[in-house]
């Protein structure tokens, strides 16, 4: 069986869990207008639960291997997730993937209607900006590193980024996905990986190459992610993954199976996961933190290999079995 989380990486999430919920409800952007009241429910439904809280875990770790205050780190790990709740909101719409189901439970504009379901997403990504510009100001060259992160956070949110991205995850077709064609489609997950690892650093003015190795490392995973979440999508049926099953292939839509099938897809993950690490280690060294950043990357290479030894069962074993066997997704 597959250990879902390390000891070490289990026992930090656990640590900071309590407290990066809290901070989620304190920032949570509720409307104190009359009648607002089906759009602050949409919020908290787009918000809570939200899984083991792995986002922001890693935003955590990764600001703090950079040098920013635990304040600071707090301010971006909670951007991160509104961010990313709001993608997930947004992809789900009728108009993107049509998903009915999100986190095992109707997806949010099934609940609330596609206009509030929109209205939440925006307040989400608009409070993230909200936030990461406050946890900038809270460092030592305040002023410079507003601007820079907030511009980092526009750049890859959009239109080379996460809306770049799902853009081209729309437009491109099974049979016209070459190898540039799928890193084009993953932008979507690799810029918000991005900024994960990133933020905390240019909110405390880290060191240039820092930044770098967190973002090159953010970047690998970022692909190695959606790596693993396409062979997911492939294998494993919504009672594993909490989302509808096959979307790829539903929507005809290009995929890292298709490109490279199963084998070279996973092996495409490893190669990535092992750079990115690489990076880390060239710049942190063994840091704890260091440590458990690439712990969470191998993560993903149990995800894939899960799915790949399942495969070979797929008319065995049902979904509630392999829940046993399955790393959680980054949700």
Do not use: W
Request: proline content about 2%; charged content about 25%; aromatic content about 4%.
């Amino acid at each position: 069986m597959i250990q879902v989380l390390s000891e070490n990486l289990a026992c930090f999430v656990a640590r900071e869990r309590a407290v990066v919920e809290s901070e989620l409800r304190m920032h949570l952007p509720l409307s104190s207008l009359p009648g607002a009241r089906r759009l602050n429910d949409a919020l908290e439904y787009a918000v809570f639960p939200g899984g083991k809280r792995l986002r922001p875990a890693l935003a955590l770790l990764a600001s703090t291997l950079a040098g920013a205050a635990h304040e600071q780190s707090l301010r971006v790990a909670c951007a991160i997730e509104f961010l990313h709740s709001s993608s997930l909101v947004l992809d789900d719409l009728p108009s993107m993937d049509d998903a009915g189901l999100r986190r095992n439970r109707r997806a949010l504009h099934l609940v609330f209607g596609e206009g509030l379901a929109v209205l939440a997403a925006v307040a989400l990504l608009n409070q993230s900006y909200a936030l990461l510009a406050g946890a900038a100001r809270a460092g030592r060259e305040s002023s410079r590193a507003v601007e820079t992160l907030v511009a980092e956070a526009a750049r890859c949110v959009g239109a080379d980024g996460m809306v770049g991205g799902q853009a081209l995850d729309l437009e491109t077709r099974a049979d016209e996905g070459g190898s540039d064609a799928l890193a084009c489609r993953d932008l979507k997950t690799v810029a918000l990986m991005r900024l994960m690892m990133t933020a905390g650093a240019l909110a405390c003015g880290a060191h240039s190459e820092d930044t770098r190795a967190l973002a090159d490392f953010g970047e690998a995973f970022g692909r190695a992610y959606q790596i693993c979440d396409d062979l997911m999508d492939e294998t494993y049926g919504s009672g594993v993954t909490g989302k509808p099953a096959r979307q790829d292939a539903r929507h005809m839509r290009a995929s890292a199976i298709a490109t490279l099938g199963a084998a070279g897809a996973r092996r495409f993950a490893g190669q990535l996961i092992e750079r990115g690490i690489a990076r880390l280690r060239e710049r942190f060294g063994e840091r704890d933190e260091a440590r458990l950043l690439a712990e969470a990357a191998r993560l993903l290479l149990d995800r894939a290999d899960a799915a790949a030894a399942s495969d070979a069962h797929t008319h065995q074993t049902s979904d509630h079995a392999l829940l046993e066997h399955t790393v959680p997704a980054f949700e």
